[in-house]
């Protein structure tokens, strides 16, 4: 059989800061090697007009779901299957399979394997339309320099995971509906045989929180310490005090933390049930809870890592007043970057229910809507308009990453030009970040 494997773009236009899919790599492993397989990057690469394959699958996420779509119905013929996986068809899988014959929910591991073994035995004809995964699998090796991912321009980070699913149950957060069954941990020396075997010199743990508790978190630190690479990852607010974690990252190669602030505010926090963050502003002896906060942020400096922060603004207490705050906080604090989004309703989550019970929704599916556009309002805040949310968030993304803001950040924290790596890193994401929001505000889906 030739099966074609397509990650489908959000967008038309082709972007900077597109990295390695590691669902590729798991693909490819898990494909019996008699069948010719072939993987297209939407994000970087044109896909054909036509397919002329047996099986056309897709790897689909929200902000892509109405392109994906499109591409289906394109490529759809009698002779071939067309097959939909990942966040979106998770979720929302009777939608999917409008314009695919095939869902897969949940891990690829448990899912495509199967799928595959029904196709070969029963021929364009498999047993059930939807597969779905039980999120039982072992996280097994995945091979670094795969060649899925040759002749393709990816940036110079090498992608690796060491375990699926998150601790917390954020309110916004769509990685429950994926991964319900808590946090799976992959075996370390699994992880450090594809650190060591990694072409790239930097890489990037995609983990969606990198702590689940600081025993296994130092094991893992102490044992890719010897690889002598540089690393980043996206990890939770709660490890900023724990100064043995900070040092035994540093030492190990950690050199940047995305961490999601989310908000400057109590009650939004509660709303999000961030309860990490909560921990940290109400922890402090000193007066007033943003006190506290950066303390937590210049505690992670002391360490010489820099800091990506994350913010979700538009809950119910905040208001386009609150949005210069967090703006104004983050310059302060000179982040080394900095994400300022629009609450994103996303299908699959506590918000998204509640939004839509509550009569919130701007567009009944705003993935599927001709009339929206990256950055609005997707829902209608209780303190502000619509459009006091897109122009504030519009505003914060824009002066951010002014060239005086980025070079005042620089020089404003050392961590940020201490080292040549450091200084590499903060300016080469800061161009991208400020060519992506220019290139993607206001576009359509």
């Not at 929206?372 to 309002?377: M, Q, S, T, V």
Request: charged share 30%; hydrophobic share 40%; with cysteine.
């Amino acid at each position: 059989m030739k099966i074609a494997f397509i990650k489908v773009n959000m967008m038309y236009s082709k972007g900077k800061d597109a990295l390695k899919p590691l669902v590729f790599a798991v693909i490819e492993r898990l494909t019996p090697k008699e069948h010719e397989l072939v993987f297209y990057d939407e994000r970087i690469e044109n896909v054909p007009d036509t397919l002329d394959a047996d099986i056309i699958a897709f790897s689909v996420e929200t902000f892509a779901a109405r392109h994906a779509y499109e591409l289906a119905d394109k490529y759809k013929r009698e002779d071939n299957l067309i097959v939909m996986g990942g966040f979106h068809p998770t979720a929302l899988e009777e939608e999917a399979l409008l314009h695919a014959d095939v869902v897969l929910k949940g891990d690829a591991e448990e899912t495509w394997g199967e799928f595959i073994k029904d196709v070969e035995e029963n021929g364009l004809k498999p047993a059930k339309r939807v597969y779905q995964a039980e999120n039982k699998c072992v996280m097994s090796y995945v091979n670094p320099n795969s060649s899925c991912y040759e002749s393709k321009k990816y940036l110079p980070l090498a992608m690796v995971q060491a375990s699926r699913g998150c601790k917390f149950n954020c309110d916004f957060c769509s990685i429950k509906s994926l991964y319900p069954g808590g946090v799976r941990q992959k075996d370390i020396e699994n992880v450090v045989k594809e650190i060591s075997e990694c072409k790239e010199k930097l890489l990037f743990f995609i983990d969606d929180n990198l702590f689940l508790n600081e025993e296994s978190a130092i094991e893992l630190f102490r044992a890719i310490k010897p690889l002598k690479k540089k690393w980043a990852c996206q990890i939770s607010l709660e490890i900023a005090f724990r100064d043995e974690l900070l040092k035994e990252m540093y030492e190990s190669g950690c050199f940047m933390v995305l961490i999601g602030f989310e908000s400057l505010n109590e009650n939004n926090l509660e709303i999000m049930k961030k309860s990490a963050n909560l921990g940290i502003l109400r922890g402090g002896e000193k007066s007033g809870n943003i006190a506290h906060l950066e303390e937590a942020i210049k505690n992670i400096y002391k360490h010489n890592i820099m800091i990506y922060g994350m913010f979700v603004l538009g809950y119910d207490y905040d208001t386009a007043d609150s949005i210069r705050d967090t703006y104004e906080f983050a310059v302060k604090n000179n982040l080394a970057i900095a994400n300022f989004n629009p609450l994103m309703i996303l299908p699959g989550t506590p918000l998204f229910e509640r939004m839509k019970g509550e009569g919130r929704l701007r567009f009944e599916k705003w993935w599927l809507d001709p009339g929206y556009r990256y950055g609005d309002a997707m829902y209608f805040p209780k303190a502000m308009s619509p459009d006091e949310l897109k122009d504030g968030c519009r505003n914060a993304r824009f002066s951010f990453n002014t060239y005086r803001n980025i070079f005042k950040r620089m020089m404003g924290e050392r961590v940020n030009h201490r080292t040549l790596l450091n200084m590499s890193v903060f300016l080469a994401i800061n161009l991208i970040s400020r060519s992506e929001i220019h290139r993607k505000q206001g576009e359509s889906l």
